[in-house]
T-cell receptor
């Protein structure tokens, strides 16, 4: 089946640093990618939707200048958490929509811990 | 705004039991509903997808039903096994959402040998 590769799986960083998370569709082209965030014991919440070659659409309450999303190709989207703070510690997961089948596939997630 | 609720939050059963996980949603205008499995440190695996016009879907020991008018879905797992232990997520896709999903908090299932 289709695979979405997400890296890194876990990252620990100091407060104030920036962290980049990559999401790649390995055997399909992803027209649209979605970035979700999940705090402990909470549901996955959509942060933003990115379409290849255009600016991402952010959900209400998500700072676009803090969470930079780049979707430069049909197989790669990146989420950069800029100047991370402890409250940004969370589980981040991407989802990619197959251009042909229109099915959704999820990455394995990234656990971010900001000290 | 669509709210998705899953009950129970956690469930522990002995191996071999049949069990039911519940999902409710506040807005019956949905495009489809999907059940996922989430294992620790891993991504989501889609188990069953029910279109809004469908009543149920089956895959192996899993059966999911959808009652859109009452805003409810159930996931039935027959003859549970320890390997079924995971968190089960219910997600609805609103119409015109561009494939974005609204998730419940999940049910954490533990099947003991």
């Amino acid at each position: 089946g289709a695979v979405v590769s997400q890296h890194p799986s876990r990252v620990i960083c100091k407060s104030g640093t920036s962290v980049k998370i990559e999401c790649r569709s390995l055997d399909f082209q992803a027209t649209t990618m979605f970035w979700y965030r999940q705090f402990p014991k909470q549901s996955l919440m959509l942060m933003a939707t990115s379409n290849e070659g255009s600016k991402a659409t952010y959900e209400q309450g998500v700072e676009k200048d803090k969470f930079l999303i780049n979707h430069a190709s049909l197989t790669l989207s990146t989420l950069t958490v800029t100047s991370a703070h402890p409250e940004d510690s969370s589980f981040y997961i991407c989802s990619a929509r197959d251009r042909r089948s229109e099915k959704l596939f999820f990455g394995s997630g990234t656990q971010l811990s900001v000290l | 705004k669509q709210e998705v609720t899953q009950i129970p939050a956690a469930l522990s059963v002995p191996e071999g039991e049949n069990l039911v996980l519940n999902c409710s949603f506040t807005d019956s205008a949905i495009y489809n509903l999907q059940w996922f499995r989430q294992d620790p440190g891993k991504g989501l695996t889609s188990l069953l997808l029910i279109q809004s016009s469908q009543r149920e879907q089956t895959s192996g020991r899993l059966n999911a039903s959808l009652d859109k008018s009452s805003g409810r879905s159930t996931l039935y797992i027959a003859a549970s096994q320890p390997g079924d232990s995971a968190t089960y997520l219910c997600a609805v896709r609103p119409p015109n959402s561009g494939y974005a999903l609204n998730f419940g908090k999940g049910t954490s299932l533990l099947v003991t040998p």
